[in-house]
């Protein structure tokens, strides 16, 4: 006859499943109430313009000074003024060692380069003519189209709005529009006069194409 303890050490040890599922399942319950998820849509919102995504205020649009350089047509005739090019020796004009130091392989044949002493055999050639637009104010000289940029810059500047980050006001914005026919030089040119009228807020408007004046 066994002992009692024989007979315990004969039973099989089964694990009582059913407890352990209803803690899981409780535990699993708590977790989902009480997790919570960081919003995306929050981080993307300072990286969107202010008038756009989950923030709803209003950007305030600011116009923009817009500076356009194209190269003038003949009244006659219609067609665009775009000079000759002049190289040393073809025909003959002014070119110093310091000329050529510098890398000026040519120059345009301009009014401004006839009139000069020993340049009256280049006032038969084909003259390049450059018009500066700002809004209706149109002028060929750059030292008009500096001093017409000083001034809309001194009128706009005290109604710029208040920058919310600096507490500063706003910088008067502009753009510079080079249409088709004009080069680096002529754009360096405007940029320049544009600079020395305390504008800093400039950027450049893309290509417009062949069909665009």
């Known amino acids: 006859m066994k002992s009692k303890l024989a007979e315990i050490n004969d039973e099989k040890c089964e694990m009582e499943m059913t407890s352990m599922i209803d803690v899981t399942f409780l535990l699993l319950i708590f977790f989902m109430c009480t997790l919570k998820f960081k919003t995306l849509e929050g981080k993307l919102a300072a990286y969107l313009p202010k008038d756009v995504g989950v923030n709803q205020s ?11 350089v194209r190269v003038k047509k003949d009244r006659a005739t219609g067609a665009k003024m775009t000079g000759q090019k002049l190289r040393p020796g073809s025909p003959p004009v002014p070119y110093t060692a310091d000329d050529a130091k510098a890398g000026h392989r040519y120059q345009w044949n301009t009014p401004e380069l006839a009139d000069k002493p020993g340049n009256s055999s280049l006032r038969g050639l084909p003259m390049r003519h450059l018009e500066y637009s700002v809004g209706p104010f149109k002028t060929e000289d750059l030292i008009e189209l500096e001093d017409k940029l000083r001034k809309v810059y ?10 919310e980050k600096t507490g500063e006001p706003k910088l008067v914005p502009a753009t510079i529009d080079a249409r088709t026919g004009t080069c680096y030089e002529d754009i360096a040119d405007v940029l320049d006069a544009a600079l020395n009228a305390d504008f800093q807020e400039i950027t450049f408007v893309g290509d417009h194409g062949e069909n665009v004046d």
């Open 58 to 68: 209003e950007a305030e649009e600011i116009e923009k000074v817009e500076i356009l």
């Open 154 to 163: 001194r009128e706009k500047q005290p109604t710029m709005p208040i920058d």
